[in-house]
């Protein structure tokens, strides 16, 4: 599977209260899908844990955890994660 294009869906700076979620297509036409979160983001959303003040995120396999975010880091980590083979399992078709 290769990328043939990468569509962020969400302004950049939404990052300080959420997912930048992410359509990726590839060169057989895959559609797929996929959200970064940076730790800010994570702080600011998510389930929490009761009787806490922490927020937790857990089971979604098309979650990018990156420690800052742009565009071009959005685009290098998917392009290093499809060269590696893993971008069917790092994303979910759509």
């Known amino acids: 599977m290769n990328i043939e294009s990468i569509e962020i869906e969400d302004p950049i700076e939404s990052h300080r209260t959420g997912a930048i979620e992410v ?6 036409g895959d559609k797929r899908w996929c959200f970064f979160l940076t730790p800010e983001g994570m702080a600011a959303c ?8 922490v927020r937790f995120h857990y089971g979604a396999s098309h979650m990018i ?3 800052e975010i742009s565009e071009s880091i959005i685009k290098a980590a998917l392009r290093d994660i499809d060269k590696q083979g893993m971008l069917e399992k790092c994303t979910i078709s759509y």
């Open 65 to 67: 955890f990156v420690s």
């Open 23 to 28: 359509s990726v297509t590839t060169n057989t």
């Open 46 to 53: 998510g389930d929490w844990i009761g009787g806490t003040k």
